[in-house]
Structure formats: structure tokens, C-alpha cells
């Protein structure tokens, strides 16, 4: 079996690939190794062209009924013998096939956009690398790179490939995209390792799109493209399609329902119709058809899709950006939210917070790399530094590489980065103390020694010293003396116990502690005898947002879950100072969770609230065996290592700033800003718009209903029959636009306080179904009554054919009902008063322009003859309005009657 290269000494690596490590490769030979692996370079998935995005917009089975149904209408259209004009005889069709295509050309416009703001977010830098050929040094574009190569890294570089190191100085790599480790990873070139080493431990490789953190390197190019970690990790991306999201499977179930019901009734009608034979085929296959628009609620994909787009245009104005129109309510339906930590909880920005001296305690005020901050001691800020406090600082500043980059970012080791910080937080600055001077001697840090020295020139007149950091229990062995603000004084036993007590207290919170120390006139050995200047204690900080953002997920019955790369004692630290680890909480290792089959895993998933050192694969049988036991799972991440699981969650919520491109090509969603609270601004927005669109499909299908009822009972009579065109705008133009504002109805109270939605609940639940129902029969009934009363009442239609008023009066009736219907349903329990009688200042635009469009319907003479109408008088108008009303209050009586229900206390 062939042994993979973290096991193959660098002779073994060389010879396998024919590369010298002085030389690198011929000309020749790059080509040849090109042919035979092809271009550095990650092989993408496909974007459906711009036409399949379109098509796919009229995969819903409600927009597949309509269109049927336009058919059919154009179909008899074309049978009938007419004089009338083709808009008249076709206006059924058009109407049908432009609301269909409306609701297409949204949905392709909002997902382009969508994607169009992705490609503006990717980075546009392209990778160079530093390559020997021949013997020479040039610089190339990593996508030129094969494997045999061999390439050079300093600090600040990103890896161009998958390497193994041949020579390595001080070499550390942030590994955090890839692994989720915060810190950066020494690297060692000597090593080989054993085959079952893991990927987070693999000293002697490093691995493309990691940063390098401090040192230097030459390595050997071993794996380009699709064949390096981060192209196997895309391999997963591209197994299998996308589940559907919560709000489309809910949707396609109600399509189902309303498409089954609406084709039964419909077939049924039609078979009465043939068995009674006094009428003909044409006329009763366009009752079907009318039947059939009356059923289906022709606005709702387009209200719908209108509805998610500016859902989707206000999460993109607080940092979301969504790439799909139905991720827009996911989030607003996720019962777990797995998050990494690294850049995700937590800034990824090491942060010095403690500073330990011989004299006290001092922590440090400021967050992450900003440079403003306080040193407080006893919870009182300092107005001066005092002696011991800035000779450790000025130490920390002296041993340091790193640096401010030509952005004005810093560069280099964020061990080394957070003492930078430190010193600008004292106002001390690493260019200012050197003030031109040298670092002229250099003990450099390594594994063995755990510490390193720097012993810079001296000034003129002074005598140099050196300064020390590293490891506690490397510098307190030989440190003799101790700073304090009397002086260097000798080190005690007491003074040592206080300080490694310090640093255990610190190390028990997750807290990474750097000892500093300093030896005037160094010698010969400048570490030995030194005098201890203290401690820093650090850490890779959390957000400042995270914690309130992470209680707010807890109250509205969200649980949080931690899955990372990183240790564990860390990660629980970081989980429990955020609130979501507590008493009873589990924590589980990646090889804890490899020792799981599947079925004990799914067991057990739901009680672990921090995943460590978890890699790619094991983060994607998290989600599964979460999603395995019925959770809506919504992943968050930055990394590389993240991205199988954001494809694989019910939705991926991917870093924009500091994330992956594979990260951000894997999500549904990406946050612009990097900021985890946006996740909380979201879930709140899916959960309004979720509550939204069902507040709409009872409005639509109440309105249905009724003209349902009409339909149906008016074809046994020998009454003039609602047509195609009439359903249609009402259903369109009289519901639409108050629908559409249905969909903006502000959030209502306490919407984070409820628990997320049962997984198996549809849009409509039991009293929806009754509420639609009744509101159908109501205003079904009274457009019966009025379409009854030439009988009952016939001076009301003195003038005129008494069939023709009364098909008029009811057509007004069912547009003008709705409308009065849409304030009842603003919300299912308050009442219209208590949320606010104007508080939708878009729903009475809504409710003015239909009613003075169908007005115009039915009051403009040229009008009358395209909707089949007629001239009503005033008692008839007043009849129509007070029939019209009779919804809210009705509704308004009925959530009066359930909130006394609810309110009064239950017998025992």
C-alpha cells in the first residue's frame, strides 16, 4: 500500500516525484508533471445557465395547473364561434400566462442578484508563489504550480499547494481554515509520522489556502488541486443534491392539497355536467376551468416570491446575503444551530486580557487587534504605567516579529500580533524603542527549549540587555530575580508559588500564558539568571455580540451546538463563557465520536453541546445524524473545513469577510459583516415572514374558498355564471395587492419567545383550515344570497336584466370581502386594535387601490363589456358593502371568544 507523505522522509518525497531540492524541476519535467495532474486549481461546479434558472422558477405544481388551465381556456376560446374581439376571447389566457411568467421573471431576477452580490464578495487577488526551476528563483501564479515543484514561504504567504516541508525555520502555519485550530501549528521538516497521525497533527505538511504565521520554509509540492485536502474536502460538496428547505416542502404539500382538491371537484363537476346533458361540452369544460381558477390561489407564488425577495432585500441591508428565495424562512424554522468558533464565535484575533506581575493582577480593556484599550487593576483604571508593567510590555515588544502589514493590518504570529496590541494599548511601540537599532543576537524559539531571546544593540553609553519569552515552566527555573516596583529583587519560593497559581487559574479558563523575562549585560548566556518580569494570560476572545445573540437562539428554543477544530478544554471555555455549556452538558472529541456507529451517535447528538477536534467529514455526520432525527439543522462557518456541513445543513450560513470561497460557495447564505448576531437578525426575520405567508395563504384561500362555493352551487342554477376573467381579477387584482402587504406586516410580540415551529407542521394547521373554511362559506353565502335575490327581492332590479345585475353585485362582493377580511387576519389572536388599526400603512394602500381598481370595472362603460358587466344602482351598492363587510367582525368576535377561552382558569 502506498504510504501517504507525512510518512516519507524528504529524500523519500524527493525521489518519489523527481525534484531536486536545490534545483526544483526542468522545464521538461513541469510540463510533463502538468499533463499528467493539470492545473492548480479547484475544480467548481457548474452554475445552471441563466434559461434553467429560469425554467426552474415553474417546477411548482400550482404554476404547473395554471398553465394547464390557460391551455384549456385558450382551447375553448378557440372552439366557441364569437364576434368579440381576440383580447376579449383570449383575456382568460393572458391574464393566467402573464401572472405565471411575473412570478418566473421575479424569482430569476432576486437569485441573479443574489449571486451577483457573491461574485462581487469573493476575493479577486489571485495566489503567487515563490518557485525554484533550475536552480533560479522566480515568482508565479500558484495555478502554475505541480507537483514536484519546489517553493519557498516566508511569513504572510498563503500555502499555493499541498506541501511537504524539506527545510523549515521557525516555521508556524494558521491552520485555522482548514482544521479550526486558533493557534498557529509549528511545523517541523525532520519528522515522518506514522500513517494514522491526524490531519490537525501532520507536523511535517502543510496544506493549501493556510496562512503561513511566522518563520520560514522550503517544501516540496506534493498535491495540486483536486488531489490536496481542500480539493478532497470539495469532493464532498459535490455528492448529492439539496434538500428542499422547510417553507418549499411546506408549500409543495399545500400545492398538493389545493391541486388535488381543485382537480377532483373539477372533474366532478364537468361528469355532472355531461350526465345531465343540457349543456354543452364546451360550456362545462370552461366551468371547469373557471372552477379550477377559483380553486387555485393564482397570486400566491407571485406574492410568495414577492414576499421572500424583500425578506431577502432587508437580510442583505443587515449583513445576509441569501442565494436562494426559500433560505429565506429557514433559518426562521432551525431547531439547531451548529457553529464553529474560530472567526465565527470568536473574533480569531489572539487578545492579551491578564497581565500577572510579582506586585498584582492587571487586565487589559479592548477587543481583539484594535489597538484602544485600558489596563485596570482592582477594576480601577490605571492613570500611569508603573515600573514592572512596562518593562514586560517593552519585553514583549522586543521579542517580536511581527509587524504592521502595507494595509496598516498586522502581520506575523498572533501570539506575537496580541503583544504588538498590548504595547499600543500602553502607548509603548515597537519601532520607537529600537529607535534604528538591531536586533543583534537571536535565540530562536523551539519545541524543545519552549522560549526564545532577542538581545538588541544598546544605546550609546548603555550596556545591552536581552529579553526572554516562553513557556512558565521553561523561564521560572532560571529566573533568580524578580521585578517589582521597588527594584529587582531576589525571586522567592513564595513569590514563584503565587505566579504558577496564577497561570493554573488561567490555563483552567482556556487562557493560553506567556511568561516574559529580561537579563541586563547578558554574557554568555542570556538565559540564565534572568529576572522574571511576569505573565500575559490570552485568548482567542468572543465576539462581542456572540453572547447576547446565543441567549437570544436559547430563549427562542433554538439549541446551539459548537463543532470545532480546536481543543476541548478551549472550546468548552469558550462555550460556557457564552452560555450555552452548562451543568449536564456533554463535550465530545472527534475520536469519541469516530468510536459511534451511526445509530449511537443519532443517540447521543442531541446532548452535546461543544464538538473538539472535529474534521470535515465527522462535522457532516453531526448535521446528518441531527437532521436524521427530525432537527432543521443551520450550520455556520468560515472554513474550508466547514463547507461539506454548510452544503449538507437544512441551511449554511458562511463568513463573507473572513471565509473560504468554498465556504461561501457551499452556503445558502453568507453574512456579509462576519457578525454571528446577524444569525439572530435573521432567524427573527424567517420567523416574520414565515408567520407572514401564512397570514396570506388563509387570506387568499379564505377568499378561494368562497368563490369555491360560488362556483360550484351557481352551476346547478340557471344563473349567470362568474367567468374565467372575473375569478381571475379578483383573485389577482382585488386580493393581490393587499396580500403583497400582508406579506409586510411588521413582526408581532414575542415571536423569539416561542419555541421554532414542530418540523412535521404544514403551513396551514388545524384552525387555519377552519378559518378558511368558515370565511369561505360566509362570503360564499352571501354572494349566493345576492345572486338569489331577483327571486326574493325583484323591485331591486326594476331596471336591466335582473341575472346580469346580480352576477355584478356578487363579483363585487367577492372583491370588495377580501379586503375587509385582511384586517381580521393581520394577526391570529390580537386584535386589530391592540396591534395597531394603522400600524400597516401598506396594507390600507393596498385596500384603497383595489377597491378603486374594481371600481373602475365595473363604472367605466368600455370596461363593462371585457369583465361582463353591468351599471348598479346605489341600494345596490349599499348591499354589496354590507355583505362585503361582514368578515371582520366576524373574525374579530371569533379571536375575542378563543382569547376569553384561553384566558379563564381550567377546573382541576
Same mark, same amino acid.
Given at each position: 500500500m502506498e504510504r501517504d507523505w507525512h510518512e516519507r522522509s524528504t529524500d523519500e518525497a524527493l525521489s518519489a516525484l523527481q525534484s531536486d531540492a536545490a534545483r526544483g524541476l526542468s522545464p521538461e519535467a513541469v510540463e510533463a508533471s502538468r499533463g499528467r495532474h493539470g492545473?492548480?486549481?479547484?475544480?467548481?461546479?457548474?452554475?445552471?445557465?441563466?434559461?434553467?434558472?429560469?425554467?426552474?422558477?415553474?417546477?411548482?405544481?400550482?404554476?404547473?395547473?395554471?398553465?394547464?388551465?390557460?391551455?384549456?381556456?385558450?382551447?375553448?376560446?378557440?372552439?366557441?364561434?364569437?364576434?368579440?374581439?381576440?383580447?376579449?376571447?383570449?383575456?382568460?389566457?393572458?391574464?393566467?400566462?402573464?401572472?405565471?411568467?411575473?412570478?418566473?421573471?421575479?424569482?430569476?431576477?432576486?437569485?441573479?442578484?443574489?449571486?451577483?452580490?457573491?461574485?462581487?464578495?469573493?476575493?479577486?487577488?489571485?495566489?503567487?508563489?515563490?518557485?525554484?526551476?533550475?536552480?533560479?528563483?522566480k515568482r508565479v501564479d500558484a495555478r502554475e504550480l505541480v507537483p514536484g515543484d519546489v517553493v519557498e514561504l516566508e511569513p504572510g504567504d498563503e500555502v499555493p499547494a499541498d506541501l511537504r516541508l524539506l527545510v523549515a525555520r521557525e516555521l508556524a502555519i494558521d491552520e485555522a481554515v482548514l482544521t479550526g485550530e486558533s493557534v498557529p501549528v509549528r511545523k517541523e521538516a525532520e519528522v515522518v509520522l506514522d500513517a494514522a497521525t491526524p490531519l490537525a497533527d501532520r507536523s511535517n505538511l502543510a496544506f493549501l489556502a493556510t496562512k503561513v504565521a511566522r518563520g520560514h520554509a522550503r517544501a516540496l509540492v506534493v498535491g495540486t488541486g483536486a488531489s490536496t485536502e481542500v480539493g478532497r474536502i470539495g469532493a464532498l460538496l459535490r455528492g448529492g443534491d439539496r434538500e428542499p428547505t422547510p417553507l418549499e416542502r411546506r408549500l409543495a404539500q399545500l400545492g398538493k392539497l389545493i391541486l388535488g382538491v381543485c382537480l377532483a371537484v373539477s372533474a366532478l363537476l364537468f361528469a355532472i355536467g355531461m350526465l345531465q346533458g343540457d349543456r354543452e361540452w364546451t360550456v362545462l369544460l370552461l366551468t371547469a376551468v373557471s372552477l379550477a381558477v377559483a380553486a387555485i390561489p393564482e397570486g400566491l407564488p407571485a406574492i410568495t416570491t414577492i414576499t421572500l425577495a424583500l425578506g431577502m432585500q432587508r437580510m442583505a441591508q443587515k449583513g445576509a446575503i441569501v442565494r436562494r428565495l426559500?433560505?429565506?424562512?429557514?433559518?426562521?424554522?432551525?431547531?439547531?444551530?451548529?457553529?464553529?468558533?474560530?472567526?465565527?464565535?470568536?473574533?480569531?484575533?489572539?487578545?492579551?486580557?491578564?497581565?500577572?506581575?510579582?506586585?498584582?493582577?492587571?487586565?487589559?480593556?479592548?477587543?481583539?487587534?484594535?489597538?484602544?484599550?485600558?489596563?485596570?487593576?482592582?477594576?480601577?483604571?490605571?492613570?500611569?504605567?508603573?515600573?514592572?508593567?512596562?518593562?514586560?510590555?517593552?519585553?514583549?515588544?522586543?521579542?517580536?516579529?511581527?509587524?504592521r502589514g502595507e494595509d496598516g493590518g498586522f502581520v506575523g504570529d498572533p501570539t506575537e500580533i496580541a503583544l504588538l496590541v498590548l504595547g499600543a494599548k500602553a502607548d509603548l511601540d515597537r519601532d520607537r524603542l529600537l529607535a534604528g537599532r538591531a536586533i543583534e543576537h537571536e535565540l530562536p524559539f523551539d519545541s524543545d527549549r519552549k522560549r526564545m531571546s532577542v538581545i538588541p544593540s544598546a544605546p550609546p553609553g548603555e550596556t545591552p540587555t536581552a529579553y526572554i519569552k516562553g513557556a512558565l515552566d521553561a523561564l521560572l527555573p532560571r529566573c533568580r530575580f524578580v521585578r517589582r516596583e521597588e527594584g529587582v529583587v531576589p525571586l522567592d519560593d513564595a513569590t514563584r508559588e503565587v505566579l504558577l497559581q496564577r497561570a493554573?487559574?488561567?490555563?483552567?479558563?482556556?487562557?493560553?500564558?506567556?511568561?516574559?523575562?529580561?537579563?541586563?549585560?547578558?554574557?554568555?548566556?542570556?538565559?540564565?539568571?534572568?529576572?522574571?518580569?511576569?505573565?500575559?494570560?490570552?485568548?482567542?476572545?468572543?465576539?462581542?455580540?456572540? /453572547? !447576547?445573540?446565543? +441567549? =437570544?437562539?436559547?430563549? *427562542?428554543?433554538?439549541?446551539? #451546538?459548537? &463543532?470545532?477544530?480546536?481543543? %476541548?478544554?478551549?472550546?468548552?471555555?469558550?462555550?460556557?463563557?457564552?452560555?450555552?455549556?452548562?451543568?449536564?452538558?456533554?463535550?465530545?472529541?472527534g475520536d469519541e465520536l469516530d468510536a459511534l456507529d451511526d445509530e449511537a451517535l443519532e443517540a447521543r447528538v442531541s446532548k452535546v453541546s461543544v464538538f473538539a477536534r472535529a474534521s470535515a467529514e465527522q462535522k457532516l455526520r453531526i448535521v446528518r445524524a441531527l437532521q436524521k432525527r427530525g432537527e432543521v439543522v443551520a450550520m455556520t462557518g468560515d472554513g474550508v473545513n466547514d463547507a461539506p456541513a454548510l452544503?449538507?445543513?437544512?441551511?449554511?450560513?458562511?463568513?463573507?469577510?473572513?471565509?473560504?470561497?468554498? /465556504? !461561501?460557495?457551499? +452556503? =445558502?447564505?453568507?453574512? *456579509?459583516?462576519?457578525?454571528? #448576531?446577524? &444569525?439572530?437578525?435573521?432567524? %427573527?426575520?424567517?420567523?416574520?415572514?414565515?408567520?407572514?405567508?401564512?397570514?396570506?395563504?388563509?387570506?387568499?384561500?379564505?377568499?378561494?374558498?368562497?368563490?369555491?362555493?360560488?362556483?360550484?352551487?351557481?352551476?346547478?342554477?340557471?344563473?349567470?355564471?362568474?367567468?374565467?376573467?372575473?375569478?381571475?381579477?379578483?383573485?389577482?387584482?382585488?386580493?393581490?395587492?393587499?396580500?403583497?402587504?400582508?406579506?409586510?406586516?411588521?413582526?408581532?410580540?414575542?415571536?423569539?419567545?416561542?419555541?421554532?415551529?414542530?418540523?412535521?407542521?404544514?403551513?396551514?394547521?388545524?384552525?387555519?383550515?377552519?378559518?378558511?373554511?368558515?370565511?369561505?362559506?360566509?362570503?360564499?353565502?352571501? +354572494?349566493?344570497?345576492?345572486? *338569489?335575490?331577483?327571486?326574493? #327581492?325583484?323591485?331591486?332590479?326594476?331596471?336591466?336584466?335582473?341575472?346580469?345585475?346580480?352576477?355584478?353585485?356578487?363579483?363585487?362582493?367577492?372583491?370588495?370581502?377580501?379586503?375587509?377580511?385582511?384586517f381580521g387576519v393581520r394577526s391570529a389572536t390580537s386584535s386589530l386594535f391592540s396591534i395597531g388599526l394603522f400600524s400597516n400603512r401598506w396594507l390600507w394602500l393596498a385596500v384603497l387601490t383595489s377597491a378603486g381598481v374594481h371600481c373602475l370595472a365595473v363604472l367605466v362603460p368600455p370596461l363593462r363589456p371585457v369583465f361582463h358587466t353591468t351599471p348598479l344602482d346605489a341600494t345596490q351598492w349599499g348591499i354589496v358593502l354590507g355583505l362585503a363587510a361582514l368578515p371582520l367582525p366576524v373574525v374579530e368576535l371569533g379571536k375575542a371568544i378563543a382569547r376569553a377561552v384561553r384566558g379563564r382558569p381550567r377546573r382541576t
Open positions: 492545473p492548480n486549481a479547484l475544480p467548481s461546479a457548474p452554475r445552471p445557465s441563466a434559461l434553467w434558472r429560469f425554467l426552474a422558477q415553474f417546477r411548482d405544481p400550482l404554476v404547473g395547473t395554471l398553465l394547464v388551465a390557460a391551455c384549456v381556456a385558450a382551447a375553448v376560446a378557440m372552439l366557441e364561434p364569437s364576434d368579440a374581439s381576440w383580447a376579449v376571447r383570449f383575456g382568460d389566457t393572458m391574464a393566467i400566462g402573464l401572472i405565471v411568467l411575473l412570478n418566473a421573471l421575479l424569482g430569476f431576477w432576486q437569485e441573479r442578484r443574489a449571486e451577483a452580490a457573491l461574485d462581487a464578495l469573493a476575493s479577486m487577488v489571485s495566489t503567487q508563489a515563490h518557485v525554484i526551476r533550475e536552480g533560479l528563483s426559500a433560505a429565506v424562512e429557514t433559518l426562521g424554522s432551525a431547531t439547531v444551530v451548529c457553529t464553529d468558533k474560530t472567526g465565527t464565535l470568536t473574533q480569531n484575533a489572539m487578545t492579551v486580557r491578564f497581565v500577572e506581575t510579582a506586585d498584582g493582577s492587571f487586565e487589559v480593556v479592548g477587543e481583539g487587534y484594535a489597538t484602544e484599550g485600558r489596563f485596570l487593576r482592582d477594576g480601577t483604571p490605571l492613570d500611569v504605567l508603573g515600573e514592572p508593567l512596562r518593562h514586560l510590555i517593552e519585553a514583549g515588544l522586543y521579542a517580536n516579529h511581527a509587524h493554573e487559574s488561567h490555563a483552567d479558563g482556556a487562557f493560553r500564558t506567556l511568561a516574559l523575562a529580561e537579563k541586563p549585560e547578558p554574557g554568555d548566556d542570556p538565559e540564565e539568571g534572568m529576572v522574571l518580569l511576569g505573565l500575559v494570560a490570552m485568548l482567542d476572545p468572543p465576539r462581542p455580540t456572540a /453572547a !447576547r445573540a446565543v +441567549a =437570544e437562539c436559547r430563549a *427562542a428554543g433554538i439549541h446551539v #451546538a459548537m &463543532i470545532t477544530g480546536d481543543h %476541548r478544554a478551549t472550546a468548552v471555555a469558550i462555550a460556557r463563557d457564552l452560555g450555552f455549556f452548562e451543568e449536564g452538558d456533554l463535550a465530545m472529541q452544503r449538507e445543513a437544512a441551511i449554511g450560513v458562511a463568513m463573507g469577510k473572513g471565509g473560504t470561497d468554498v /465556504a !461561501r460557495e457551499a +452556503a =445558502e447564505m453568507v453574512l *456579509a459583516d462576519d457578525d454571528f #448576531a446577524t &444569525i439572530v437578525s435573521a432567524v %427573527r426575520e424567517g420567523r416574520a415572514i414565515f408567520e407572514n405567508v401564512r397570514k396570506f395563504i388563509v387570506f387568499l384561500n379564505g377568499s378561494n374558498a368562497g368563490l369555491v362555493l360560488t362556483v360550484i352551487v351557481a352551476s346547478f342554477f340557471p344563473w349567470s355564471q362568474l367567468t374565467p376573467l372575473q375569478l381571475l381579477w379578483v383573485n389577482l387584482v382585488t386580493n393581490g395587492l393587499p396580500a403583497l402587504a400582508l406579506g409586510l406586516e411588521p413582526a408581532e410580540p414575542g415571536q423569539m419567545d416561542r419555541p421554532p415551529r414542530p418540523v412535521a407542521e404544514g403551513v396551514l394547521r388545524a384552525r387555519e383550515l377552519w378559518s378558511i373554511l368558515g370565511i369561505g362559506a360566509l362570503m360564499g353565502g352571501a +354572494a349566493l344570497l345576492v345572486y *338569489a335575490l331577483p327571486s326574493i #327581492a325583484p323591485t331591486l332590479f326594476s331596471v336591466g336584466d335582473p341575472n346580469a345585475q346580480a352576477r355584478t353585485m356578487a363579483f363585487s362582493l367577492l372583491a370588495f370581502s377580501p379586503l375587509f377580511h385582511a
